[in-house]
């Protein structure tokens, strides 16, 4: 394990996110518009219960099973969803008007990064679904920087961010494989893996994340762990309400989420019934540990504190009445990087 001096962090409230992909593009815009990056999405957004991106990466093995390594395999260019290469040319520059559509140049994909987005579960009137944002999680024990025979994988000791040092990787890709989350992409152009940074360069100058700042649902929340005053610690370890995604894969991610709710079930007569959440527990359970249910408990609990007239630290935390508090202290302007 990589000793650092302090972790930074993100946690997630599923209960507000909605899908819009404007942390998607955030990232796109600044990380991945080079050569061979067409179809990376280091930040993604998908429907749960779904298959994801890329497909049904929660069997594709990696991290570990009592603390071995556990065996993993390299996620194919088709299971992530390659980038459609459209008769843009045609349709837009060539004067054909209505006489020409835009379609798929070549074989139709058959999975892209949100093929499955808003099916979701459940029959009516009780269907459901929600959505789960992931980045790398920049483990405290990657799998990734184990798997690594070139020592390309680097966990910064001074905050924890794991990243490819790209003048060392030689494409060999065990990282791919490791990686039980399966966030680690292939550059086909430059024969180098790449992945989310944490926006390192940003962070340097006290600057939260593209995706976290961009967000319009105030969903993301950025620190230290061990920051006592800010968000991530009262989120993680004072009140317990924000989760790592799949524990049992044995890397402790970093990233945390505050689990789903969701509305009630709908009885036969078509009444609410304030007993049975409509997501099911077992599938949240499936997904962040056993401990959910202890965090939705408290959700819970703390919601009905509010409702009855209460005070609520942890409700007025995750409602995030102002942003820059949001960020444990990266809350400087963007428009000022690179200034001092």
């Known amino acids: 394990m990589t000793a650092t001096e302090r972790q930074l962090a993100m946690v997630m409230d599923l209960n507000k996110c909605i899908g819009c992909q404007t942390c998607t593009i955030a990232c796109k815009r600044l990380w991945t518009q080079d050569e061979g990056m067409e179809s990376m999405w280091w930040n993604t957004v998908n429907t749960q219960p779904g298959r994801g991106t890329p497909r049904d990466w929660e069997e594709l093995g990696g991290g570990f099973r009592d603390g071995a390594a556990n065996p993993g395999r390299i996620p194919t260019r088709k299971e992530f969803g390659q980038a459609g290469d459209y008769n843009h040319q045609e349709v837009l520059f060539e004067g054909k008007g209505n006489g020409a559509h835009l379609q798929v140049k070549g074989d139709r994909p058959d999975w892209g990064p949100n093929w499955d987005e808003d099916q979701g579960d459940g029959e009516f009137p009780n269907s459901y679904y929600f959505y789960l944002p992931r980045i790398c999680n920049h483990c405290t024990h990657p799998a990734c920087l184990e798997a690594c025979p070139r020592k390309a994988i680097e966990k910064s000791s001074a905050n924890g961010i794991v990243t490819v040092n790209e003048d060392r990787c030689r494409g060999y890709r065990f990282c791919m494989e490791a990686c039980p989350y399966k966030k680690i992409y292939f550059n086909e152009a430059r024969r180098v893996a790449q992945k989310c940074i944490f926006c390192f360069p940003r ?138």
């Open 203 to 340: 962070i340097e100058q006290g600057i939260a994340n593209a995706c976290a700042r961009q967000c319009p649902g105030r969903v993301r929340f950025v620190g230290y762990r061990d920051d006592q005053d800010a968000p991530i610690y009262k989120l993680v370890d004072k009140w317990k309400v924000a989760l790592p995604l799949h524990p049992e894969y044995g890397t402790q991610p970093n990233v945390f989420y505050v689990p789903p709710i969701g509305p009630m079930r709908f009885d036969e007569n078509w009444d609410l019934d304030p007993t049975k959440p409509r997501i099911p527990n077992e599938y949240l359970e499936s997904l962040f540990g056993p401990e959910v249910h202890g965090a939705l408990a408290v959700l819970r609990a703390e919601m009905e504190k509010t409702r009855s007239g209460g005070e609520s630290e942890l409700i007025d935390l995750l409602i995030a009445y102002k942003w820059s508090e949001m960020f444990g202290g990266f809350d400087r302007d963007p428009a000022t990087f690179g200034q001092k």
